[in-house]
């Protein structure tokens, strides 16, 4: 198994170091032309937890090419992941394969190669259709997104249309398959059929953009019955002019979640988010409060997000416990100007108390820590995670040292 990932791998490589040599030329004729995709991501991630540890060196590849010909596209991307060190559990599930190593911690990045993208779309303006497997990032992600942050992208095979009507918008998708980011090993977990539809009308209200969503999830396997939901809610976001130079970026969110299909669980769970903050001379702040509710014994879950972005880096919370999560958090980041001598290094901490929403249980605190730096097409960038429990989940710490690059 492992040789052939590392023959496949290689030519995925292959594949990439040719299309960056013809990066430099975009070729067309008439109105036709084509791009090369190639992007290379190199990853250490280290886990600490009292009963186990991991260690992981992760490299991943996609190679691909898109054509345009007036308002027509195609794309077709591959993607490929290669475990340098794998002295880590790969599935967090079980399956019969090498990668699920359950003696080390969990890092959800298993070798893999995979179609990562195959689509078609006709564009005008901002209005158009994209047919095939493809990348799908609702708004912030909180509900529907291609998990960027692991090695292993999650797609969709899906139809979307888009359509703006002067300050308004209207986005409709229908999917039958989410591509997870396990892939080709995780058996029936690779790929999850069913009926998926989002849907979002939104406009701007002044300085404030309002949109309303559904969030339609119906799966059909088995062992996921209990994640079919309807989810029905309004999002506000924008920037208020807080005099002549500063802002006030704010952001509100109302959702309620109840079972759908086959569901097994009869609840009805409610979704809050407020969020406010500003920048000034290269300082940002922002607090927070996020409620992910409980209902009869079930909790308000977001299956289809890219969940690291939310509840803490150390991702104890890519679950939403049985009583519902509470975190309330806040931020602070810093920029350094183009000016100095450190220009392109951005700073980051977080702090976040989470508690249940039902029951009155304190769960655990997290800080967490981030440094990038961009040096030409190359992103660098570390990252901490320190989870402490009080009475949910244990004591984790994380560490990430990256490096990306992309054309």
């Known amino acids: 198994m492992q040789t052939r990932y590392r023959i496949l791998i290689t030519a995925a490589m292959g594949a990439l170091l040719s299309s960056t040599a013809l990066a430099a030329e975009e070729e067309s004729m008439d109105e036709f032309s084509l791009k090369p995709i190639a992007e290379l991501r190199l990853r250490y991630e280290g886990v600490d937890q009292p009963a186990s540890d991991a260690d992981a060196v992760t490299a991943r590849a996609r190679a ?12 077709v991307e591959g993607e490929a992941t290669l475990a340098l060190i794998n002295s880590y559990n790969a599935f967090p599930f079980p399956v019969v394969d090498a990668q699920r190593r359950p003696q080390y911690s969990v890092v959800a990045d298993p070798e893999n190669i995979e179609l990562n993208r195959l689509q078609i779309a006709y564009k005008q303006d901002e209005s158009g259709v994209t047919a095939g497997r493809q990348r799908i990032n609702l708004d912030d992600q909180r509900w529907v997104g291609s998990v960027g942050w692991r090695q292993n992208e999650q797609t969709f095979d899906a139809i979307r249309g888009e359509a703006k009507l002067g300050d308004a918008t209207l986005d409709l998708t229908y999917s039958n398959s989410q591509r997870t980011i396990f892939g080709s090993d995780a058996g029936p977990r690779t790929a999850l059929g069913g009926d998926f539809v989002f849907a979002g009308a939104g406009t701007k209200l002044g300085p404030i953009n309002a949109k ?11 062992f996921l019955l209990t994640n079919s939901s309807q989810s029905y809610g309004l999002l506000l976001s924008g920037a208020v002019p807080l005099g002549e130079t500063a802002k006030l ?3 509100a969110s109302y959702a309620r979640q109840s079972d759908l299909g086959s569901n097994p669980n009869d609840y009805a769970a ?6 406010a903050g500003s920048e000034v001379a290269g300082f940002g702040v922002t607090a927070g409060w996020e409620k992910l509710g409980s209902d009869n014994g079930t909790a308000l879950q977001t299956a289809l997000a890219t969940l690291h972005k939310f509840n803490g880096w150390a991702d104890l919370f890519l679950t939403t416990p049985a009583g519902g999560v509470e975190d309330k958090y806040a931020k602070l980041k810093y920029s350094f100007g183009s000016e100095t001598a450190l220009a392109g290094l951005n700073l980051n901490l977080a702090y976040h108390q989470f508690d249940s929403d039902i029951g009155g249980i304190e769960y655990g605190h997290e800080w967490d820590a981030s440094a990038g730096f961009k040096l030409g097409d190359v992103g660098l960038l570390a990252k901490l995670a320190r989870y402490e429990a009080n009475m949910f989940g244990v004591d984790t710490s994380k560490m990430w040292i990256e490096a990306n690059w992309s054309f």
């Open 249 to 251: 970026n704010v952001k």
């Open 270 to 275: 409610d979704y809050w988010l407020v969020e």
């Open 64 to 75: 691909g090419v898109e054509g345009r010909s007036g308002d027509f596209s195609f794309l």
């Open 212 to 222: 309303a969503f559904a969030y339609l999830v119906d799966y059909e396997e088995p």
